[in-house]
């Protein structure tokens, strides 16, 4: 079974610069769409973690509006990672980043919390 695995979170000051990481070991397959989904403090149902990123096996990139310009998600040049730059963070960006993979995504469903796998969460801190 897929396994993933973040590091990266932290804390910072509004304005600040953070970058995720995400590595999947035990994959059967030769590539995995991959996405970053935050969940609000307080909030602990997986349907409430809110899509960020996400990347294709093509390489397309989808983002939420709310990040759009200022995260990106990469590969890296390992197989089976994920990187998610963030930057101009804002308070609003608290929260637990989970990473998450899949086989194949429907189209327009990128940013759906329905993966299969998932990591078990990197808190980020940002304060005003």
């Known amino acids: 079974r897929l396994q993933l695995a973040e590091s990266g979170g932290g804390s910072g000051e509004s304005g600040a610069s953070l970058t995720l990481f995400c590595a999947a070991s035990?994959?059967?397959?030769?590539?995995?769409?991959m996405a970053w989904f935050r969940q609000a403090p307080g909030k602990s149902r997986e349907e409430e973690r809110e899509?960020?990123?996400?990347?294709?096996?093509?390489?397309?990139?989808y983002y939420a509006n709310s990040v759009k310009d200022r995260f990106t998600i990469s590969r890296g040049h390992a197989a089976h990672t994920v990187f998610l730059q963030m930057g101009a963070l804002e308070p609003e960006d608290t929260g637990t980043y989970f990473c998450?993979?899949?086989?194949?995504?429907?189209?327009?469903?990128?940013?759906?919390?329905?993966?299969?796998?998932w990591g078990q969460g990197v808190v980020v801190t940002v304060s005003g």
């Open positions: 998450a993979a899949d086989e194949g995504r429907a189209q327009s469903r990128e940013l759906v919390p329905t993966y299969n796998y």
């Open positions: 899509g960020i990123a996400a990347i294709d096996i093509y390489g397309n990139v």
């Open positions: 035990g994959a059967k397959y030769p590539s995995y769409y």
